[in-house]
């Protein structure tokens, strides 16, 4: 397909250091829409500056842009230990739903294919939307959990977080560390999926089952 992909008015293609300051603006974009999602202040596009510079150089970014040249989106892809990693990706929120996220992610994909037949992603388990698009786009391998340590013991604002409505897949280790219980429900929900439950059927399940328990003490 070359270093060019063209659907409709979109043409998606690498960036440059001539991109700076267009990729800027996306990147703060996407950013600001994390940040206030998150609850934190917004930082000015300044303070990315000199990120987005050192990406440009050393990652493989791709944008997205108009017949007219605007830039909509971009996908940056960065190499850590021999393995590739979708970093962030975004579209601006008015050009959304038009099949540029995916344009993005298939460019990016069929780049990493030359290299290595994995690619990865970071996905914070809030973030739904995010969630729900990567699962449509085929990514279904969830093998590490990010913990983290306030090393100032500062409390801080948390709520229990099953995986609510999606069975997702987990690579099975030689070794598991399982207790009795915990394989007997990996066991059950591996059959419930396999006759063709649905995670929301699950929840349903354990909503029923825990409305019944509360309602009793
Ligand atoms: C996620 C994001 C990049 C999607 O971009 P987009 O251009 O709107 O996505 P597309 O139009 O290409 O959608 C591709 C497919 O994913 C589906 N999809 C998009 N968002 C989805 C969501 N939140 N949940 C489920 N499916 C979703 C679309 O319906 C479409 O499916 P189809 O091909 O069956 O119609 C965009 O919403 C965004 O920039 N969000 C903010 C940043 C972000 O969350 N980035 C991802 C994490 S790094």
Sequence with gaps: MGDRMQRGRIIVREANNGDLERLLDLYTGFYSELRSRQGLRPRSREE??????SYLSQDKIFLAETSCGEAVGFIRISTREGCYWFE?????????????GMMLVEKAEEY????????YIMVLPQDRRALGFWLQMGYNLLNTLELAKNLE??????????????????????????????????????????????????LKIF???????LSNT
């Design 153 to 202: 013991g500062e409390e801080e604002e948390t709520q229990p977080f099953p995986l609510l409505s999606h069975i997702l897949e987990i690579y099975r280790w030689a070794k598991e560390d399982y207790t009795p219980l915990e394989k007997r429900f990996l066991e059950l929900v591996e059959e419930f999926h396999r006759r063709g439950g649905s995670g929301e059927e699950l």
């Design 207 to 213: 909503v029923t089952a825990l409305e019944e328990r």
């Design 48 to 53: 990315y500056r000199g990120e987005v510079e």
């Design 112 to 119: 990493v294919k030359e290299h290595d037949p994995y690619v």
């Design 88 to 100: 962030e990706l975004y579209v601006k929120p008015e050009h959304r739903g038009k099949g540029i």
